[in-house]
């Protein structure tokens, strides 16, 4: 069956410290991986983007990388701040009218 | 740029009754709308996608007579829950994108809280 994956256990870092979230996915064939932000009772607000044949793409402090091998995206907070403590959703592009299907986010707490 | 609005925010309705909730994009145009429901700790879940002018596609296991999607114009789509019953309540999220053939971002709307009683 498929599934996208996401630590369901909270992140919690330090502030100043790179956080990692990691989304594994199977059965899937994504055209592209993208990254939003969720706040509690809002609704995600876009990141970033990657597409298949890109390796990594960054925004001011944001990172991700994508290996289609692996099946799995790496995203990467640098230099933490208690502001960046909020859901992080994976979320993948599929062929076709641009759906896209969500993993269960991964909490982020970044402590002062 | 790119800002979604929703209407309601939140609503409580009685069982039996029909919600429409509306979905706006302020500052451009949307060629495509998607709606989505979400369960507390769990994943958007895709329920349709919407090209404006023409009828919405819905993703199985969702019932298109109870859940009617009408994307008028290319900065308008509304999702009426119809007949809705307890098992309904949830967060209903709409997105807009601007493309459909190729990898867009998708703008959110901040939710709308559906509460049945």
């Known amino acids: 069956s498929q599934k996208i994956e996401q630590n369901s256990e909270a992140l919690n870092i330090q502030e100043g410290k790179t956080a990692t979230l990691t989304c594994n996915y199977t059965?899937?064939?994504?055209?592209?991986l993208q990254w939003y932000r969720q706040d509690p009772g809002r609704g995600p607000v876009f990141l970033l983007l990657i597409r298949e044949n890109e390796k990594e793409k960054r925004k001011e402090r944001l990172k991700v990388t994508f290996d289609t091998t692996l099946k799995q995206s790496l995203f990467h907070i640098t230099a933490s701040q208690p502001a960046d403590s909020a859901t992080y959703l994976c979320a993948l592009g599929l062929y076709g009218n641009n759906r896209l299907a969500f993993g269960k986010g991964n909490q982020v707490v970044v402590i002062p | 740029g790119a800002v979604v609005s929703q209407h309601p925010s939140w609503v409580i309705c009685k069982s039996g009754t029909s919600v429409k909730i509306e979905c706006r994009s302020l500052d451009f145009q949307a060629t495509t709308m998607f709606w989505y429901r979400q369960f507390p700790k769990q994943s958007l879940m895709l329920m349709a996608t919407?090209?404006?002018?023409?009828?919405?596609?819905?993703e199985q296991g969702v019932e298109k007579d109870k859940f009617l999607i009408n994307h008028a114009s290319l900065t308008l789509s509304t999702l009426t829950v119809t007949s809705a019953h307890p098992e309904d309540s949830s967060f209903y999220i709409c997105?807009?994108?601007?493309?459909?053939?190729?990898?867009?971002?998708?703008?959110f709307g901040p939710g709308t809280r559906l509460t049945v009683t």
């Open positions: 059965n899937y064939s994504p055209a592209y």
């Open positions: 919407s090209n404006e002018g023409s009828k919405a596609t819905y």
């Open positions: 997105s807009a994108s601007r493309g459909w053939d190729r990898a867009y971002e998708q703008y």
